[in-house]
T-cell receptor, first 111, second 114 residues
């Protein structure tokens, strides 16, 4: 059974810092991995999708990497801003578009 | 990308009653799903909503408790039946154009059962 783990569970950093969020998964037989952002009491906003054949994807200040063989992904956020404060979730697609989610990292950017 | 609208956004319900949540997508999509997010937890897949046929439920979820309809390619409903306080969660609808593509989510329905 696929298990997805995100470390750390919570992170608080001052504005302007670069930071890395980690995601690991136990079964490397995945089709893709997706990073989401969730604001309190809200739905999920898709940030980046990495297919299993890709190594990384970039969108603005965000860069996500994938090492499928070792079961790891990282989300790099450059020059963090208070508006980046949210919970970040990673999810792996094991087929038929069924997503298995990690517990999330709750990020706080302090002005 | 797809824009997904859910109704209601939140509700407070009495135990023993049922609530139907609606999910509308702004474009035709192949795949629709329902997830549950219990307080302080991550998302768990309830079922795949199949167009024109019965939904496919994940282990631990049954049709009698969570009946799902999907009459066309843009609309689905999830009913939470005979509710108890343990059903208090956020329920989220998700859609994808095809397999192995980006998944999009609605804003969720926050359900509180008293």
């Amino acid at each position: 059974k696929q298990e997805v783990t995100q470390i750390p569970a919570a992170l608080s950093v001052p504005e302007g810092e670069n930071l890395v969020l980690n995601c690991s998964f136990t079964d490397s037989a995945i089709y893709n991995l997706q990073w989401f952002r969730q604001d309190p009491g809200k739905g999920l906003t898709s940030l980046l999708l990495i297919q299993s054949s890709q190594r990384e994807q970039t969108s603005g200040r965000l860069n996500a990497s994938l090492d499928k063989s070792s079961g790891r992904s990282t989300l790099y956020i450059a020059a963090s801003q208070p508006g980046d404060s949210a919970t970040y979730l990673c999810a792996v697609n094991q087929g038929a578009q069924k997503l298995v989610f990690g517990q999330g990292t709750r990020l706080t950017i302090n002005p | 990308s797809a824009v997904i609208s859910q109704k209601p956004s939140r509700d407070i319900c009495q135990r023993g009653t049922s609530l139907t949540i609606q999910c509308q997508v702004d474009s035709q999509v192949t795949m629709m799903f329902w997830y549950r997010q219990q307080p302080g937890q991550s998302l768990t897949l309830i079922a795949t909503a199949n167009q024109g046929s019965e939904a496919t439920y994940e282990s631990g979820f049954v049709i009698d408790k969570f009946p799902i309809s999907r009459p066309n390619l843009t609309f689905s409903t999830l009913t939470v039946s005979n509710m108890s306080p343990e059903d208090s969660s956020i329920y989220l609808c998700s859609a994808s154009g095809t397999v192995n593509t980006e998944a999009f989510f609605g804003q969720g329905t926050r359900l509180t059962v008293v």
